[in-house]
């Protein structure tokens, strides 16, 4: 009987030991990193769980939590994740330096979602990373995007109608699942080219449930930490959903990208005749299908669709956070509403649409968007893995540490704004943008790793809200106050409740 215990017990010793073998150079690292970070200042914690209980579930309470707590150091603190340290860099000079360095994005959370949005832009590094972004950039250019604004105004027209209907029974309602099925629409007619009436037929098209339910099981994935393992996802209740999720929402791109490649070419057609065989634009299929690098080779099928899925995750819940709650301040604070309809009165005086040479029009309208991004910023935390060795605040930070930049610390750091929680649109007038470091406000993130479809999100927000405004007046329903949610997005808990009135 001993025997067995004793072979067994070699057997497992054995089995440790060819691990911390074959990972010594990460075991090495992890330790230089866990000795460099525990110099940083860090709240106090549980010995075991680290930070993990107070930041489990990242509701309205545990966001005013870290509002009170991150203020409290000057420049950047350690969060422990159990046993790993992680970076959190709340000052705009310690975000330069990090972002500066060309520091890839962290890998953990969009490993989890590779099934789903492979190695797209969001989640790819490195040469990849630096041509697909180079293949991307013309889909963004303003040739392109000028081209997308009769979708934006024939996708907000549907909403205001169905809005408008709403005004007969002047009691409030959730405006978020409209807006979320607003952002969803522009996005598949601009990415495919296709029209599902999803602002119709509400949530119940397959497709927008299986986009939907998807950013609900990674949410769910990411919060719960026995799922971080694979082994231990896959065969779970949701790991299964989620894998059967990903399977559908991959070969509906992979055939709407195979059709559309097969039509270019059998009738080699180049991009100006594409425009004219459908007498539209030219949509994102369109353009990385014909893109192509200095050595002449372009995107695969795989690739296509790996962009095209990050492009409907990262640019649908972002453009409807900001958007409702850009709505909600304009509801809340009526003197500023008033001032964007009369912007948006001069110029829907004699017609019916918002034109691209318009935009630049909307000056105040952009201000009042770019203020409710700074006290309800989209993206409150994006992740960083350092690629070298950086010093922050005096301190060495190791190559391979990750870091949490807090954006939503940034935006709200009193020497820099003051009355941080007053909706103040001001803020944003040529002179005060002029006189403040812009890493101080960055929604967009900055630098290489920037939102590259930062034009395409603003352009749609202004012409959304300026429209809204000008057809109804949207109230605030007191008994409906707003809590927020920082999933990956900063999302309205319960919804955005408004009243609407329509405007004669």
């Known amino acids: 009987m001993l025997s067995w215990i004793e072979a067994i017990f070699t057997i497992v010793i054995a089995f440790i030991v060819i691990i911390v073998i074959r990972n010594r150079g990460d075991i090495i690292q992890y330790f230089r990193i866990w000795k460099s970070l525990r110099k940083f200042p860090s709240p106090p914690s549980h010995w075991l769980m ?33 046993i790993f340290p992680v970076l959190c860099c709340n000052n705009s000079d310690a975000a330069k330096d990090i972002i500066k360095a060309s520091s890839p994005k962290g890998s953990w959370f969009y490993k989890l979602a590779t099934p789903w949005l492979g190695h797209g832009l969001i989640a790819e590094n490195g040469p990849r990373w630096a041509r697909n972004r180079r293949l991307l950039t013309p889909a963004f250019h303003y040739d392109i995007l000028k081209n997308y ?13 169905k809005w408008k209907a709403r005004d007969d029974k002047g ?57 971080s393992f694979d082994c231990i996802y896959r065969w779970s209740p949701s790991g299964k959903k989620f894998l059967k999720l990903c399977h559908y929402v991959n070969q509906f791109s992979d055939e709407i990208i195979s059709r559309r490649k097969e ?106 968007i770019k203020e409710a991004m700074r006290i309800y910023t989209p993206v409150p935390t994006i992740e960083r893995k350092l690629n070298q060795d950086l010093t922050v605040n005096g301190m060495l930070v190791p190559a391979s540490t990750t870091v949490f930049l807090q954006l939503h610390t940034l935006c709200r750091r009193s020497e820099v704004w003051p009355n941080p929680y007053q909706y103040d649109p001001q803020r944003f007038t040529a002179e005060n943008i002029q006189n403040r470091d812009p890493y101080h406000y960055i929604p967009f993130s900055a630098g290489q790793r920037n939102c590259i479809g930062k034009n395409f999100a603003t352009d749609e927000l202004k012409i959304v809200v300026a429209k809204l405004v000008h057809h109804l007046q949207i109230e605030i329903d007191p008994k409906m106050q707003p809590t927020r949610y920082y999933a990956m997005v900063n999302q309205p808990d319960k919804g955005i409740w408004l009243k609407i009135k329509r405007l004669k």
Not at 60 to 81: G, N
Not at 209 to 227: C, D, I
Not at 354 to 368: A, F, G, Q, R
């Open 149 to 161: 604004v009769r979708i934006y105004n024939d996708c907000i027209d549907t909403i205001i109608t």
């Open 263 to 368: 039509t270019l070419t059998n009738n080699n057609i180049n991009q100006q005749s594409s425009q004219n065989r459908r007498g539209k634009h030219m949509d994102f299929v369109d353009i990385l299908l014909q893109t192509r690098d200095e050595d002449g080779y372009g995107l695969n099928v795989q690739e296509i669709r790996d962009e095209v899925n990050t492009f409907m995750f990262a640019g649908h819940d972002t453009t409807s956070s900001a958007l409702a709650w850009t709505l909600y301040c304009l509801a809340k604070y009526p003197q500023h509403q008033d001032k964007v309809r009369e912007e948006a009165d001069g110029i829907l005086c004699d017609k019916d649409n918002i034109d691209y040479d318009d935009l630049h029009k909307l000056n105040y309208t952009h201000m009042c």
């Open 171 to 227: 009691e409030s309602f959730d405006t978020y699942e409209d807006l979320k099925l607003l952002t969803l629409d522009v996005i598949l007619q601009t990415a495919f080219s296709i029209k599902l009436d999803c602002q119709t037929i509400g949530k119940y098209h397959p497709y927008i449930t299986a986009s939907r339910q998807l950013t609900r099981l990674l949410l769910e994935r990411v919060h719960f930490l026995p799922y």
């Open 50 to 82: 680290g930070h993990l209980l107070q930041l489990g579930k990242p509701d309205e309470a545990c966001i005013q939590m870290l509002e009170k707590r991150c203020p409290s150091y000057d420049t950047c603190f350690v969060h422990w994740f159990s």
